[in-house]
């Protein structure tokens, strides 16, 4: 039995996560746009998609898979593509945030969609780990996912608030595909276009991938500081005018 075989065996059949592996399964690239509209999923880079196959599970491995932009015949115009490269890696899985958990920390971080700086009620908010998991070692999983001892804190350092889909591209699937884009390519992200790093500069940095210090500075990192920093940088920028 070969491994692709072997792989495609550890999924339940029934799942959106499986339905996308088998769009990829011929290594070639794929349109989100297009090419998935059978499978019925709104957020085709996430958790029960791209993301989901890339992290693999507890009994699953993840896999290899490149991101970019070209032309889509069907669509008649260049979008989002993926393609796997047909290899396979380590599994850095999340786990679920207990309830209270959750409760804890939108009171912590004041209900506030914190790229808009706008007061929402829960159901509107995402809890985001600051630093992707893409970028995780299976030590980074214990520390951010340890969510019952961690102390206000800590919870204040790892996590912020992020607008969930109202319809429109959620600010964490922006974030999801800014970083999907750094891992890659080593270019860093530019929340709205905006180049402006409170450390470092455009470059990754760190030789390690999964380097958390290689995030810093960057805004979709940590918003509310980058906003800060920004800010402070144009208030000395007009003074010194």
């Known amino acids: 039995m070969t491994a692709v075989s072997e792989f495609e065996k ?3 059949k029934g799942t959106k996560v499986y339905q996308v592996f088998m769009v990829l399964k011929d290594m070639q690239w794929h349109c989100r746009e297009c090419e998935y509209a059978h499978i019925n999923i709104t957020q085709i880079a996430g958790g029960s998609g791209i993301q989901g196959l890339q992290r693999g599970t507890g009994s699953r491995q993840g896999i290899i898979i490149d991101s970019a932009n070209h032309f889509c015949v069907n669509c008649n115009r260049t979008t989002r593509q ?12 999340g786990k679920s945030m207990p309830k209270e958990f959750v409760r804890r920390t939108i009171r912590l971080l004041g209900s506030r969609d914190i790229i808009e700086n706008t007061e929402r009620t829960s159901n509107q908010l995402t809890i985001d780990h600051k630093l992707p998991m893409l970028r995780w070692t299976n030590a980074t999983k214990a520390e951010q996912t340890r969510y019952n001892q961690m102390s206000d804190e800590e919870i204040l350092e790892n996590f912020q608030l992020l607008k969930k889909s109202n319809g429109s591209v959620s600010h964490n699937l922006l974030k999801s595909r800014a970083c999907e884009r750094c891992f890659r390519s080593g ?4 929340p709205f276009g905006i180049k402006f790093f409170y450390a470092g500069n455009s470059k990754w940095t760190p030789q390690d991938k999964r380097d958390p210090q290689g995030c810093v500075g960057c805004g979709w990192y940590d918003f509310d500081k980058w906003r800060n920093c920004l800010n402070q940088w144009l208030r000395e920028k007009s003074r010194d005018s």
């Open 187 to 190: 270019n860093r992200g530019t």
């Open 82 to 93: 993926d393609r796997w490269q047909g290899g396979f890696q380590a599994s850095v899985q």
């Open 10 to 12: 550890s999924f339940d």
